[in-house]
């Protein structure tokens, strides 16, 4: 017989130890899963640590059977979030269980009553925990996942319908490798619409300054906000939210995939691409109880020494809007292909996520002739 299941608050150091590695516990065993770096978790976990709880209230949950862990979850309010989209609502995110539906309900009913308690009327997601970090349950294109991107496996989804959330959006990712562009004659496509659309609306292309590297990321964060203000969901980072965005993709920069656009000597746009580092991760392995020197010592030997990247992610692509609908965004898709066929040992790169609402990419999308590859969903349950 099955212990009794209880569903805590994280209230000390060892609750949240549980929660802290529980991922570790429920994905271990699969060849798929990326485990993130310790220091990544606990920058995204520590309240302290990361700026987009400045705005955001919530507590986390681990689901108990007698004194196993079995499942996770958090729950919060996005203050900036409800008073940019007019609405009164709350999310969920860190949700993992194991292969036990009565947890997943548990946890679930934590959450929503959560949401409830502080009077709104539903509860989203999942988002750990805003736009801007991971979003959506994994439910088609179980493959690996690309940097910075969630992974669960197909059985989520059963949980999270059974327990009475249903479809609030889409998000898919898109995928292109060096083979299926020379098969589609891409570049030359892409090269001629580019340089019709370029001089037509005086669309200049530039490299990230490597010598002004300071310079250009504070021109990203002016960038950042003007470029998805209209994307649904998004909400416009603050300043300490920005100076965090622009620290983490320090760590990951080449300087080879990121590109600024100006339309008549004003800035437009900008694209970024990063080496997907999960593949280092992969190998690198790490884990609770390792020490992280030594996980980074195994990453650089897979990263520098005997690289395994074949695959540039594309998680940044955006166009100040009065400068859409002039081929801005074709002409940064252009140059940031040009830019990884010029490296021999990459392969695949893959662009995500897109919400199927978001009609201007999504068209770019089909008019390069790509098809989703993988999606994301995100959930919603009515809590009146």
């Keep these: ?75 919060f309010i996005n203050h900036r979030h409800n008073e940019v989209h007019d609405e009164r ?9 194991l292969d036990d539906q009565e947890a997943a309900n548990a946890l679930f009913d934590a959450a929503g ?15 750990t925990f805003t736009t801007h970090e991971e ?3 994994l439910i088609e294109g179980f493959g690996r996942p690309v940097l910075l991107m969630p992974w669960n496996p197909p059985r989520y989804q059963r949980h999270v319908e059974e327990a009475g959330l249903v479809k609030y959006a889409d998000m898919y990712s898109f995928a292109m490798s060096r083979e299926m562009s020379a098969d589609m004659k891409l570049t030359e496509r892409l090269q001629r619409i580019t340089q019709q ?30 470029a998805w ?5 998004f909400v416009p980072m603050n300043d300490a939210e920005l100076d965090a965005l622009v620290a983490s993709l320090g760590q990951f920069l080449d300087p080879d995939f990121a590109f600024f656009a100006s339309v008549d000597g004003e800035l437009a746009g900008f694209v970024l691409g990063i080496p997907d580092l999960n593949q280092v991760l992969q190998k690198a392995a790490p884990r609770p109880g390792v020490p992280e020197p ?39 898709y252009y140059h940031i292909l040009e830019a990884c066929q010029a490296h021999p040992r990459l392969q695949h790169a893959d662009g995500g996520w897109i919400l199927e609402s978001n009609e201007a990419m999504m068209s770019v999308a089909r ?18």
């Design 1 to 75: 017989m099955a212990d009794a299941l209880s569903v805590r608050v994280v209230e000390n150091k060892a609750d949240f130890r549980a929660f802290f590695g529980f991922p570790w516990r429920v994905h271990s065993g699969s060849p798929k899963w990326v485990p993130p770096l310790l220091s990544m978790r606990v920058e995204l976990l520590d309240k302290e640590k990361n700026p987009a709880w400045n705005y955001m209230e919530g507590e986390y949950y681990v689901a108990w059977r007698g004194a196993q862990p079995v499942g996770t979850i958090a729950a």
């Design 89 to 97: 609502i709350g999310w969920f995110g860190a949700f993992d269980v």
């Design 113 to 127: 009553g959560f949401v409830r308690s502080r009077g709104y009327q539903a509860l989203r997601g999942p988002q």
């Design 135 to 137: 979003c959506g349950l």
């Design 197 to 226: 659309v370029m001089k037509r609306n005086k669309i200049t292309i530039r490299p990230i300054n490597r010598r002004d590297m300071k310079g250009d990321f504070q021109r990203f964060r002016a960038l950042y906000n003007d």
């Design 229 to 233: 203000d209209r994307n649904q969901g």
């Design 294 to 332: 030594l996980t980074l010592l195994r990453a650089v030997w897979h990263w520098k020494l005997r690289p395994v990247i074949d695959t540039v992610r594309i998680p940044l692509l955006g166009v100040r809007e009065p400068f859409r609908h002039k081929g801005v965004d074709v002409a940064l």
């Design 367 to 384: 008019n390069m002739r790509l098809k989703p590859y993988r999606t994301h969903r995100l959930y919603e349950r009515k809590l009146v």
